[in-house]
């Protein structure tokens, strides 16, 4: 197959992952005979350096001609002045709108090998594996913003049409997996979360009745999520809530080094592939980040936007077996012996052969 993966390496770690997913993306491409082409292009703080804004138009142009995108991260302390009038936070913003991905993916899994770098009890946390839908392009951080000197706001909106697209994602996602459903919400005192939990109960009466769909609060699942985390399937929920729960989802896993993800938009549209975490610049050119959620990111990349299931279970499975022989970062190392991204990179083309 050929396909145009656009590469968009970012800020801090971003291009030190990136070169890592890029060559296990090679290495598949070799054994499975495929033709993948790559281009790099400026977004985040890079973009702002080099062009005087985060999503420069070429940017945009080359990733809605790609056949998908990778992404490293963005941002970092050299932008974060509160008063600049332009932050690298904006180009992903930009894009996600522009690209239209509503639906980001996040799947949570443990690995066995990588339980001691968990905080939590090793025994809540043998085979949880679930996937959080957050939407992405909605609520509270594309609202309309104030400020003034003694007040701010931040408008949370969401249409009846946002709501049904991400949840019927979510509905599609839990039919092919165990068929359990978690809509999470503050319905308890939100406007938009009582619409989103009207429509999640419509859409699932109507259109998903194989599907078992439960509410929950987001406040009392931060809770139930590390209390008893194999107890969900798949978890949906608005964007914000989404961004919180994912980052204290990763602590299951051991490291926000290890989680991967998908922007999705409608069926056919190009996808967006990067891990959760930002740019770290408290490591960044050090040489020791993990590549891990990245390479990930690019099996997620394989099997939604190009259709490629054996490549990204060939990815998944060479991962996975790098974590087995313990070939950790130094975010997972529990003392010791840490690798670096590039050796951690080599491990997984290792078990790629
Ligand atoms: P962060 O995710 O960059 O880092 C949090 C902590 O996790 C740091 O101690 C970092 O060293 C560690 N960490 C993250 N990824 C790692 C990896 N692959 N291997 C080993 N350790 C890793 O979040 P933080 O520090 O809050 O934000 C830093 C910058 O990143 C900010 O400018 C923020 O706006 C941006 N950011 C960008 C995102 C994106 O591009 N999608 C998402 C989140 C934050
Ligand atoms: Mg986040």
């Known amino acids: 197959m050929q396909a145009n993966i656009v590469v968009l390496p970012g800020d801090g770690i971003g291009p030190e992952i990136t070169v890592a997913a890029v060559d296990v993306l090679k290495a598949i491409a070799a054994r499975f005979g495929h033709d993948f082409t790559f281009s790099e292009h400026d977004i985040g703080g890079i973009a702002i350096d080099n062009h005087g804004e985060p999503l420069p138009a070429a940017t945009l142009d080359a990733c809605s001609r790609a056949d ?47 339980l001691h770098a968990s905080p939590i009890k090793p025994e809540l946390l043998a085979d949880v594996d679930f996937v959080v839908v957050r939407e992405l392009t909605g609520g509270i951080y594309f609202g309309d913003k104030t400020r003034d000197a003694d007040s701010a706001s931040d408008l949370c909106r969401y249409t009846v049409a946002e709501i049904e697209r ?124 993990n590549p891990y959620a990245t390479i990930l990111s690019a099996a997620m990349l394989l099997r939604h936007s190009l259709g490629l299931e054996d490549e990204a279970a060939a990815i998944e499975h060479a991962v996975a077996a790098a974590l087995d022989d313990g070939l950790f970062t130094a975010d997972l190392a529990a003392q010791g012996r840490a690798l670096s991204t590039s050796q951690a990179a080599q491990a997984v083309l290792a078990c790629l052969q």
């Open 166 to 289: 991400v949840l019927r994602s979510a509905f599609r996602l839990a039919q092919q997996r165990r068929g359990k459903l978690t809509s999470v919400d503050k319905a308890n005192v939100l406007e938009t979360s009582r619409l989103w939990r009207d429509v999640a109960a419509r859409i699932g009466r109507e259109e998903f009745p194989d599907v078992e769909l439960e509410h929950q609060l987001v406040d009392s699942m931060a809770m139930h999520l590390i209390a008893k985390p194999r107890a969900y399937d798949v978890i949906v929920t608005e964007n914000m809530f989404g961004d919180i729960l994912t980052d204290e989802a990763s602590m299951l896993a051991g490291s926000l080094g290890l989680l991967p993800s998908a922007s999705l938009g409608e069926q056919g549209k190009v996808g967006i592939y990067e891990p959760i975490h930002g740019s770290a610049p408290d490591i960044a050119g050090k040489g020791i980040a």
């Open 68 to 114: 998908a995108v990778l992404l490293g991260a963005v941002g970092g302390p050299r932008w974060s002045d509160p008063n600049a009038k332009v932050r690298p936070e904006q180009g992903l913003l930009a894009i996600r709108k522009a690209l239209g991905l509503f639906a980001n993916l996040r799947p949570v899994r443990t690995h066995p090998a990588a």
